[in-house]
């Protein structure tokens, strides 16, 4: 096998679901940040944001890159809804209490997405879509698209967080919540700007597997694990981190199936979260031990 087989079948592709990875290891690395526990419906969310991008594209005849910036406003929407009427109720509880609570909430949103649109696998759009070959390199201009949208997102993500009033208010809330609070950071609306921030994220997330791959209510479960994995690779609350992670964790995914049996891909991800945990809990880049 060439380099360039390597490339076309292992790299790009490892890239591409790497970089959709990263979009959901940001958020779960935002929400353990400031909120302080493992949410553990970021993956149905992400399934959300995909069907309500396949139900404007339904409904509306749009492209799905029109339904994206839809679906990551209703998702936000309802992110911030869901912390309303379930975890604003748990803050001070014990964390296990809201990790606990957050899984009955993913099952609540898969059955929500299984009732509305079914369980049948879904497309966004019908047909092949050939790829184009760039110096012996193919790629089709949904992968380009999904790894360029990852990149500009981390970046505005990135400079809202180090130049804006309330960016600067979410590291701090990260930093040292009680001293936050004694500055006179307003915590509601620093809960609110996070969850707003990880449903748009998950929305992306969502879509761009859907565009890449296909919608099944079940996908965001499936997710969850890598993006967890990714987050932990780079290091809990380092943005930049949980991009690191989520590419490493996607190649090592596809790179994986060169030794092993596809069916043992998902496995690669189990690998890496648990290596992680017993060699180095704060990550490559030193964040939080979750």
Known sequence: MGALDIINFYLVPGIVIGSIYALGAVGITLVFAILRYAHLAH????????????????LGGVSPYV????????????????????YAYLRERPRIVTVMASLGVALMVRAIVQVVWGVDSETYTRGIVRPDVWFGIRVRDRE???IFAMIALVLALHVFLQRSKWGKAMRAMSD?????????VDNKKVVMLTWT?????????????????ELKAMMGWTMLLPMFAAAILGGVGRVEGAV???????????????????????ATAFVILLL?????????LKGKVL
């Open 276 to 284: 992680m945990l017993l060699v180095r809990p704060t990550g490559l």
């Open 244 to 266: 690191l992670g989520g590419l490493i964790v996607g190649i090592a995914e596809e790179m994986s199936t060169l030794f092993l049996p596809t069916e043992y891909k998902a």
């Open 43 to 58: 993956g149905d969310l992400a399934t959300l944001g995909a069907f309500l991008a396949l139900g404007a594209v339904t």
């Open 67 to 86: 339904a994206l910036p839809v679906a990551m406003v209703l998702t936000a929407a309802a992110a911030v809804m869901i912390d309303k009427a379930f």
């Open 144 to 146: 380009l698209i999904t």
């Open 197 to 213: 921030i990880v449903g748009g994220l998950c929305a992306a997330a969502g879509v761009f597997l859907g565009l890449n791959y």
């Open 176 to 184: 040292n919540p009680d001293l936050a609070l004694l500055s006179g």
